[in-house]
C-alpha cells in the first residue's frame, strides 16, 4: 500500500515558521453568519476567519455563480458559532480593505472554528503573506479531511489539478500538483517550470519581493529541482498557466514512501 507524506516546505526549511504564534485580543458574542467564513459580532465587528476559503455565496455580486457546497459551508459555521461566545486571535495584518477583522476565533470549549471547518471539509487553507501564522496545523486538518473525501473533497470542483491537466479556460483558486522540470532566476524573479516550453507549460513565479521571504527560510529555488509538489493559488494566465506564490506556506513537496 501507498501512502502519501506530506513535508511541507516550513518543515523542510525550519526559519518558515517565523510566523509567530497567535495573540489574543477581545471576544464577543456570533450574531450573523454571512458565509462560511465570514460573521457578525454582537459589538458590530465583521470577521473574516482568516486562514481558510469556503465556498463562496454571490454575496449581491452580479453575474457570480455560487460555489458548490456554499451553502452547507455556511450552516456548518452557523452549527458551530451562532450564539456562542469567540476569543479572537491574530497572527498577522488584523483587519482587511473592508474592515472586516482577520482573526482566528476559539470557543469556551476549545474549539477552533478554522480548524473545525477544515476537518468538516467546508473550507482550504489560504493564507497570506502577512498572515501566516499556524499554517502547518491548518495543513493538517485539511489533508485529513481530503484523504477521507470529506465535505468539498468529495465533489469534483475542488479536487487538486494535475499540472498536465491545466488549460486557458480555468480560472480561479486552485490546489495544483506536478514535478519541477526546471528553475531559473532571471532579474529578481524565481521561476519553477514544469514543463519544457516555458510559454505553455505550468510555473510557479516567485516576485522580487517577495523572493526575500522565501530565502529566509533556507529556500533554494535550485533545489526545487525533481521534487514533486503541490502549490495553492490563484491561476493566472501569461505565457502560460501559473500561480505567483507569495509565502512559502504556499509550497508543499510531496514524497511517497511504500
Do not use: C
Request: proline share 3%; net charge positive.
Amino acid at each position: 500500500m501507498v501512502t502519501r507524506l506530506l513535508i511541507i516546505i516550513i518543515l523542510l526549511y525550519p526559519g518558515a515558521a517565523v510566523a509567530g504564534p497567535l495573540v489574543n485580543s477581545g471576544q464577543g458574542r456570533v450574531v450573523e453568519v454571512v458565509d462560511g467564513d465570514t460573521l457578525f459580532l454582537d459589538d458590530g465587528v465583521q470577521v473574516r476567519l482568516v486562514g481558510i476559503q469556503a465556498p463562496k455565496l454571490p454575496l449581491g455580486r452580479r453575474n457570480f455563480k455560487t460555489w458548490p457546497l456554499a451553502g452547507e459551508a455556511k450552516r456548518a459555521l452557523e452549527a458551530l458559532s451562532l450564539g456562542r461566545v469567540v476569543k479572537l486571535s491574530y497572527g498577522g495584518r488584523r483587519t482587511d480593505r473592508y474592515g472586516r477583522a482577520l482573526a482566528h476565533l476559539h470557543r469556551d470549549d476549545g474549539v477552533w472554528i478554522q480548524q473545525e471547518l477544515l476537518r468538516l471539509g467546508m473550507a482550504r487553507v489560504y493564507s497570506f503573506r502577512d498572515n501566516r501564522a499556524v499554517v502547518a496545523e491548518l495543513l493538517a486538518a485539511e489533508r485529513a479531511a481530503r484523504i477521507d473525501k470529506v465535505g468539498i473533497w468529495g465533489h469534483g470542483w475542488y479536487r487538486i489539478w494535475q499540472q498536465e491537466e491545466l488549460h486557458g479556460g480555468l480560472d480561479g483558486f486552485f490546489l495544483i500538483e506536478g514535478i519541477v522540470l526546471k528553475s531559473a532566476q532571471i532579474r529578481g524573479r524565481i521561476y519553477l517550470n514544469f514543463g519544457e516550453d516555458w510559454r505553455q507549460d505550468f510555473t510557479i513565479t516567485v516576485s522580487p519581493r517577495d523572493r526575500g521571504l522565501f530565502e529566509r527560510t533556507g529556500f533554494a529555488h535550485a533545489a526545487m529541482v525533481g521534487q514533486r509538489v503541490r502549490v495553492r493559488g490563484w491561476l493566472k494566465h501569461f505565457n502560460g498557466p501559473s500561480i505567483e506564490a507569495t509565502h512559502p506556506e504556499q509550497i508543499e513537496v510531496l514524497n511517497q514512501t511504500n
